[in-house]
């Protein structure tokens, strides 16, 4: 699994007309390998599941969610450490990977994705006859 690269260091630019352009944060992420599959876990925080899509198409994996930062009632932030609200990553699969099972679980700002390898990619134990 490659990266896929983003004409921008930081993501790309969004933004709708009479807005200030948004970037979209590339989410940092850990990627674990074994003989079964891969695991993703990539780190967006204040994202819920409903604000999260996830999805695979020409073997890209995308993965895009946007966190809910609350404010009073009334207030208005004078300074913030989060500059964007909105996350992006999208990253190349192997062939050898299974598009069609990705299972992803969000936890505790965490989304875990497991891709397992395709059957006839997994490491099989080999029956020996005497004789």
């Known amino acids: 699994m490659t990266e896929q690269k983003n004409v921008m260091a930081h993501g790309s630019v969004t933004g709708g007309e009479g807005k ?20 993703v876990q990539a780190d967006m925080p204040g994202v819920s599941r409903d604000r999260l899509e996830v999805r695979v198409e020409n073997d890209a994996l995308s993965v895009e969610g946007r966190a809910v930062i ?9 300074y913030a450490d989060v500059r964007s609200t909105r996350y992006q990553r999208t990253f190349s699969l192997s062939r050898e990977l299974d598009s069609d099972r990705v299972e992803a679980n969000l936890k505790d700002g965490v989304l875990t994705l497991r891709i397992p390898k395709r059957e006839e990619h997994q490491p099989r134990k080999i029956q020996v006859n005497l004789g």
Not at 25 to 31: H, N
Not at 70 to 78: Q, T, V
Request: aromatic share 4%; hydrophobic share 45%.
């Open 20 to 39: 200030e352009p948004e970037v979209a944060v590339r989410p940092l992420v850990d990627i674990f390998e074994d003989a079964t599959g891969i695991t």
């Open 70 to 78: 609350p404010m009073p009632d009334g207030m208005e932030a004078l």
